[in-house]
């Protein structure tokens, strides 16, 4: 299994910044890729961002220039700092690790979410 601690989140005003960081630890598996995904009220969970471990990074659309991820591998962290933030950016946030085992299998794991909420 896999335990994650999440922090950040909260209340912002449009045009705000808020920061996300998530710990990933886990004696079973490899982590590979790391990332956040979120999921409005009524809609489909969809992805942010997401890092592997040879750092090569992966945003959707809606949030280039605006967020930025990060990790640190060592650490098995990732972090999200979101600038810029619009009441469209409103969700629950997951971080998710995709991981490998020793037979090579792979799996993904989430978090528990937080919540960001972008509204005057």
């Known amino acids: 299994q896999v335990q994650f601690v999440e922090s950040g989140g909260g209340l912002v005003q449009p045009g705000g910044s808020l920061s996300l960081s998530c710990a990933a630890s886990?004696?079973?598996?490899?982590?590979?890729?790391m990332g956040w995904y979120r999921q409005a009220p009524g809609e489909q969970r969809e992805l942010v961002a997401t890092?592997?471990?040879?750092?090569?990074?992966n945003y959707a659309d809606s949030v280039k220039a605006r967020f930025t991820i990060s990790r640190d591998s060592a650490k098995n962290t990732v972090y999200l700092q979101m600038n810029s933030l619009k009441p469209e950016d409103t969700a629950v946030y997951y971080c998710?690790?995709?991981?490998?085992?020793?037979?090579?299998?792979?799996?993904?794991?989430w978090g528990q979410g937080t919540q960001v909420t972008v509204s005057s």
């Open positions: 998710n690790a995709d991981v490998q085992n020793a037979n090579g299998r792979t799996f993904r794991f």
């Open positions: 886990t004696t079973s598996f490899n982590v590979y890729i």
């Open positions: 890092i592997s471990t040879l750092g090569s990074i």
